[in-house]
């Protein structure tokens, strides 16, 4: 469900705006873990076969995993700005 259409829904009511981005905070903090646990695995895995290659992936895998965090970022600001401000129709249109 897109966050315009969830928060049309909620307009009937108030958004737990602080629920959404606590969870977002988990979110932020699973990614960091998992690259870093990821990244140790690569790392070991370079270590041990002398391969090369599982540095390359690390290095992909922490691209990929750095723009995920931003746009998550994205989402966490939306929402910061959202609570501080009314919801109205026309505001949902422009998100």
Same mark, same amino acid.
């Given at each position: 469900?897109?966050?315009?259409?969830?928060?049309? @829904?909620? +307009?009937? *009511?108030? =958004?737990? /705006?602080?629920?959404?981005?606590? %969870?977002?905070?988990?979110?932020?903090?699973?990614?960091?873990?998992?690259?870093?646990?990821?990244?140790?695995?690569?790392?070991?895995? @370079?270590? +041990?076969? *002398?391969? =090369?290659? /599982?540095?390359?992936?690390?290095? %992909?895998?922490?691209?990929?995993?750095?723009?995920?965090?931003?746009?998550?970022?994205?989402?966490?600001?939306?929402?910061?700005?959202?609570?501080?401000?009314?919801?109205?129709?026309?505001?949902?249109?422009?998100?």
């Amino acid at each position: 469900m897109k966050l315009k259409n969830l928060l049309k @829904e909620q +307009q009937q *009511g108030p =958004v737990d /705006y602080q629920y959404f981005l606590e %969870q977002i905070d988990a979110l932020a903090n699973a990614v960091r873990d998992f690259e870093q646990e990821l990244g140790s695995a690569l790392e070991t895995a @370079e270590e +041990q076969t *002398g391969d =090369v290659s /599982y540095k390359q992936i690390q290095n %992909q895998v922490a691209r990929y995993l750095s723009g995920a965090s931003k746009q998550v970022t994205g989402v966490y600001k939306l929402l910061d700005r959202l609570q501080d401000k009314p919801t109205t129709s026309t505001d949902i249109g422009e998100i």
